[in-house]
Protein backbone atom coordinates (compact mmCIF):
# COMPACT_ATOMS: atom_id res chain seq x y z
CA UNK A 1 0.00 0.00 0.00
CA UNK A 2 1.27 3.44 -0.54
CA UNK A 3 1.62 5.84 2.51
CA UNK A 4 3.42 9.46 3.10
CA UNK A 5 4.74 9.99 6.51
CA UNK A 6 5.12 13.45 7.70
CA UNK A 7 5.81 12.78 11.22
CA UNK A 8 6.67 16.41 12.57
CA UNK A 9 3.14 17.26 13.51
CA UNK A 10 4.10 20.80 14.46
CA UNK A 11 7.69 22.85 13.87
CA UNK A 12 7.98 26.54 15.60
CA UNK A 13 11.12 28.38 14.34
CA UNK A 14 12.27 32.41 14.16
CA UNK A 15 12.57 34.16 11.32
CA UNK A 16 16.16 33.34 9.43
CA UNK A 17 16.25 30.13 10.61
CA UNK A 18 16.81 27.03 8.29
CA UNK A 19 13.84 24.65 8.68
CA UNK A 20 13.74 20.89 6.91
CA UNK A 21 10.69 19.46 6.71
CA UNK A 22 11.08 15.26 6.65
CA UNK A 23 8.75 13.47 4.17
CA UNK A 24 9.41 9.57 3.92
CA UNK A 25 7.41 7.44 1.45
CA UNK A 26 6.18 3.40 1.05
CA UNK A 27 5.07 2.21 -2.75
CA UNK A 28 5.89 -0.86 -4.83
CA UNK A 29 5.60 0.82 -7.92
CA UNK A 30 8.84 1.89 -9.89
CA UNK A 31 7.00 4.70 -11.15
CA UNK A 32 5.58 7.29 -9.27
CA UNK A 33 5.96 11.46 -8.66
CA UNK A 34 6.34 12.99 -5.27
CA UNK A 35 5.13 16.60 -4.60
CA UNK A 36 5.24 19.03 -1.91
CA UNK A 37 1.99 21.72 -1.12
CA UNK A 38 1.51 24.73 1.11
CA UNK A 39 -1.46 25.59 2.43
CA UNK A 40 -1.40 28.98 4.13
CA UNK A 41 -3.95 29.87 6.32
CA UNK A 42 -6.77 31.24 3.74
CA UNK A 43 -6.85 27.27 3.08
CA UNK A 44 -5.79 27.15 -1.05
CA UNK A 45 -3.52 24.40 -1.24
CA UNK A 46 -0.13 25.88 -3.47
CA UNK A 47 1.91 23.84 -5.49
CA UNK A 48 5.57 24.06 -5.27
CA UNK A 49 7.39 20.88 -6.49
CA UNK A 50 6.59 17.71 -8.58
CA UNK A 51 9.84 15.36 -8.70
CA UNK A 52 9.57 11.86 -10.33
CA UNK A 53 10.80 8.75 -9.42
CA UNK A 54 13.74 8.82 -12.26
CA UNK A 55 14.89 11.83 -11.34
CA UNK A 56 16.73 12.35 -8.14
CA UNK A 57 18.78 15.64 -8.77
CA UNK A 58 18.21 17.83 -6.02
CA UNK A 59 16.25 20.95 -6.74
CA UNK A 60 16.86 24.53 -5.49
CA UNK A 61 14.10 27.24 -6.09
CA UNK A 62 15.16 30.54 -4.46
CA UNK A 63 15.02 29.93 -0.74
CA UNK A 64 13.62 26.59 -1.17
CA UNK A 65 15.37 23.19 -1.90
CA UNK A 66 14.36 19.20 -1.84
CA UNK A 67 16.22 16.81 -1.32
CA UNK A 68 15.09 13.52 -2.96
CA UNK A 69 16.84 9.99 -2.23
CA UNK A 70 15.28 7.05 -3.07
CA UNK A 71 17.66 5.05 -1.07
CA UNK A 72 15.88 5.96 2.33
CA UNK A 73 12.36 6.50 0.01
CA UNK A 74 12.54 10.17 1.85
CA UNK A 75 11.90 13.79 0.02
CA UNK A 76 12.81 16.24 2.63
CA UNK A 77 11.77 20.49 2.04
CA UNK A 78 14.40 22.45 3.74
CA UNK A 79 13.67 26.58 3.76
CA UNK A 80 16.42 29.06 4.47
CA UNK A 81 16.23 32.01 6.01
CA UNK A 82 12.53 31.21 7.19
CA UNK A 83 10.48 34.32 6.68
CA UNK A 84 6.91 34.80 8.38
CA UNK A 85 5.45 34.60 5.00
CA UNK A 86 6.45 30.85 5.57
CA UNK A 87 4.13 30.03 8.09
CA UNK A 88 1.95 27.35 6.79
CA UNK A 89 1.13 23.69 6.67
CA UNK A 90 3.12 21.93 4.37
CA UNK A 91 1.94 18.22 2.73
CA UNK A 92 4.19 15.84 0.70
CA UNK A 93 1.85 14.04 -1.48
CA UNK A 94 2.90 10.81 -3.61
CA UNK A 95 1.25 9.88 -6.81
CA UNK A 96 1.14 6.74 -8.96
CA UNK A 97 1.69 7.01 -12.74
CA UNK A 98 -1.77 5.09 -13.64
CA UNK A 99 -2.08 3.42 -17.17
CA UNK A 100 -4.15 5.11 -19.38
CA UNK A 101 -3.15 8.81 -18.28
CA UNK A 102 -4.93 8.74 -14.91
CA UNK A 103 -3.68 11.34 -12.81
CA UNK A 104 -4.25 8.64 -10.07
CA UNK A 105 -5.03 10.23 -6.59
CA UNK A 106 -2.45 12.38 -4.72
CA UNK A 107 -1.90 10.47 -1.68
CA UNK A 108 -0.95 13.11 0.88
CA UNK A 109 1.04 12.94 4.36
CA UNK A 110 -1.19 14.49 7.57
CA UNK A 111 1.05 17.53 7.22
CA UNK A 112 3.91 20.16 9.04
CA UNK A 113 2.43 22.94 10.57
CA UNK A 114 5.06 25.81 9.81
CA UNK A 115 5.41 28.11 12.22
CA UNK A 116 7.51 31.37 11.80
CA UNK A 117 8.15 34.02 14.27
CA UNK A 118 9.66 37.58 13.89
CA UNK B 1 -5.21 33.02 -16.10
CA UNK B 2 -8.16 32.37 -13.88
CA UNK B 3 -7.26 29.93 -11.29
CA UNK B 4 -9.52 27.06 -9.97
CA UNK B 5 -13.20 28.35 -8.37
CA UNK B 6 -15.22 26.72 -6.30
CA UNK B 7 -18.89 27.34 -5.05
CA UNK B 8 -20.31 28.13 -2.64
CA UNK B 9 -17.66 28.81 -0.41
CA UNK B 10 -19.32 28.19 2.78
CA UNK B 11 -22.22 25.84 3.45
CA UNK B 12 -24.52 24.69 6.66
CA UNK B 13 -26.62 21.56 6.10
CA UNK B 14 -28.52 19.71 8.28
CA UNK B 15 -28.04 15.84 8.40
CA UNK B 16 -29.87 14.00 5.69
CA UNK B 17 -29.70 16.87 3.39
CA UNK B 18 -27.85 15.98 0.49
CA UNK B 19 -25.79 18.70 -0.96
CA UNK B 20 -24.01 20.06 -4.63
CA UNK B 21 -20.83 21.26 -4.80
CA UNK B 22 -19.30 23.23 -7.76
CA UNK B 23 -15.65 23.07 -9.24
CA UNK B 24 -14.51 25.61 -12.31
CA UNK B 25 -11.55 24.44 -13.26
CA UNK B 26 -8.75 26.38 -15.24
CA UNK B 27 -9.09 26.93 -18.25
CA UNK B 28 -7.62 24.29 -20.91
CA UNK B 29 -7.48 21.37 -17.81
CA UNK B 30 -9.51 18.40 -18.65
CA UNK B 31 -9.12 16.99 -15.11
CA UNK B 32 -10.65 17.51 -12.19
CA UNK B 33 -10.45 15.99 -8.91
CA UNK B 34 -12.16 16.44 -5.85
CA UNK B 35 -10.42 15.68 -2.11
CA UNK B 36 -12.02 16.02 1.36
CA UNK B 37 -10.21 17.57 4.14
CA UNK B 38 -10.81 16.83 7.59
CA UNK B 39 -8.40 17.14 11.06
CA UNK B 40 -8.81 13.71 11.59
CA UNK B 41 -8.03 12.27 8.38
CA UNK B 42 -6.41 15.02 6.58
CA UNK B 43 -6.70 15.08 2.41
CA UNK B 44 -8.42 12.14 1.24
CA UNK B 45 -9.28 11.47 -2.53
CA UNK B 46 -12.56 11.10 -3.63
CA UNK B 47 -12.81 11.10 -7.55
CA UNK B 48 -11.09 12.46 -10.67
CA UNK B 49 -12.56 12.98 -13.27
CA UNK B 50 -11.07 13.52 -17.29
CA UNK B 51 -13.31 14.54 -20.62
CA UNK B 52 -16.88 13.52 -18.51
CA UNK B 53 -15.29 10.29 -17.20
CA UNK B 54 -14.75 9.59 -13.75
CA UNK B 55 -11.35 7.69 -14.44
CA UNK B 56 -10.71 7.23 -10.42
CA UNK B 57 -12.61 6.80 -7.42
CA UNK B 58 -11.52 6.72 -3.95
CA UNK B 59 -12.64 4.51 -0.70
CA UNK B 60 -15.95 6.96 -0.15
CA UNK B 61 -19.57 5.36 0.05
CA UNK B 62 -21.84 5.57 -2.73
CA UNK B 63 -23.31 8.53 -1.50
CA UNK B 64 -20.42 10.60 -2.69
CA UNK B 65 -20.82 11.19 -6.52
CA UNK B 66 -19.61 13.27 -8.77
CA UNK B 67 -20.07 14.34 -12.61
CA UNK B 68 -18.03 16.20 -15.20
CA UNK B 69 -20.03 18.78 -18.17
CA UNK B 70 -18.06 18.91 -21.75
CA UNK B 71 -16.88 22.47 -20.58
CA UNK B 72 -14.85 20.91 -17.72
CA UNK B 73 -16.83 22.40 -14.74
CA UNK B 74 -17.74 19.46 -12.70
CA UNK B 75 -20.15 19.40 -9.75
CA UNK B 76 -19.87 16.68 -6.49
CA UNK B 77 -22.88 15.60 -4.45
CA UNK B 78 -23.47 13.85 -1.22
CA UNK B 79 -26.57 12.72 -0.23
CA UNK B 80 -27.49 11.79 2.94
CA UNK B 81 -25.62 13.71 4.98
CA UNK B 82 -23.78 12.75 8.32
CA UNK B 83 -22.10 15.16 10.86
CA UNK B 84 -19.19 13.48 9.72
CA UNK B 85 -19.08 14.82 6.49
CA UNK B 86 -18.59 18.19 7.68
CA UNK B 87 -15.42 19.01 5.86
CA UNK B 88 -13.16 21.39 3.13
CA UNK B 89 -14.19 19.98 -0.24
CA UNK B 90 -10.90 20.87 -2.46
CA UNK B 91 -11.37 20.65 -5.81
CA UNK B 92 -8.44 20.57 -7.97
CA UNK B 93 -7.42 21.09 -12.01
CA UNK B 94 -4.98 19.70 -14.30
CA UNK B 95 -3.68 19.59 -17.47
CA UNK B 96 -1.96 16.22 -18.64
CA UNK B 97 -2.16 12.66 -18.66
CA UNK B 98 0.31 11.89 -16.63
CA UNK B 99 0.42 13.19 -12.72
CA UNK B 100 1.13 16.58 -13.24
CA UNK B 101 0.57 19.52 -10.59
CA UNK B 102 -2.68 19.94 -9.52
CA UNK B 103 -4.01 23.35 -9.01
CA UNK B 104 -6.27 23.43 -5.97
CA UNK B 105 -9.02 25.80 -5.37
CA UNK B 106 -10.37 27.70 -2.26
CA UNK B 107 -12.19 24.78 -1.14
CA UNK B 108 -16.19 24.50 -0.14
CA UNK B 109 -16.77 24.52 4.04
CA UNK B 110 -19.04 22.12 4.66
CA UNK B 111 -20.68 22.01 7.92
CA UNK B 112 -23.56 19.42 8.82
CA UNK B 113 -25.72 20.09 11.75
Known amino acids: AQKVTQAQTEISVVEKEDVTLDCVYETRDTTYYLFWYKQPPSGELVFLIRRNSFDEQNEISGRYSWNFQKSTSSFNFTITASQVVDSAVYFC???????????????FGKGTKLSVKP | KAGVTQTPRYLIKTRGQQVTLSCSPISGHRSVSWYQQTPGQGLQFLFE???????NKGNFPGRFSGRQFSNSRSEMNVSTLELGDSALYLC????????????FGPGTRLTVT
Open chain 1, 93 to 107: ALSEAKYGGSQGNLI
Open chain 2, 92 to 103: ASSWGEVPNEQY
Open chain 2, 49 to 55: YFSETQR
